[in-house]
């Protein structure tokens, strides 16, 4: 679930099956949280939940909407010139 928005201490979260947003307080949040931000829902031992920040789904994701960005601006380049 990626971290779409914050609005008065609360955290909206988008899950990646494009289901209802879930809210949570920006104090579970773990520290040195961005906007865009990708997050798993771990369940600890006790039932507890903690949601971890995971990097490198976040990298993955950016890179392949730049590649899909680059793709769009190529073939509307390729469109301009003919």
Known sequence: M???EIENNVAC?????????IYVPV???PPAYEFGDVFVIRIRDNGQFVLEKDNAEKEKRLSENKLKRQTLLKRSDDKEQK
């Open 2 to 4: 990626v971290l779409e």
């Open 13 to 21: 979260l988008i899950p990646d099956d494009e289901d209802d947003p």
């Open 27 to 29: 104090s579970i949040l």
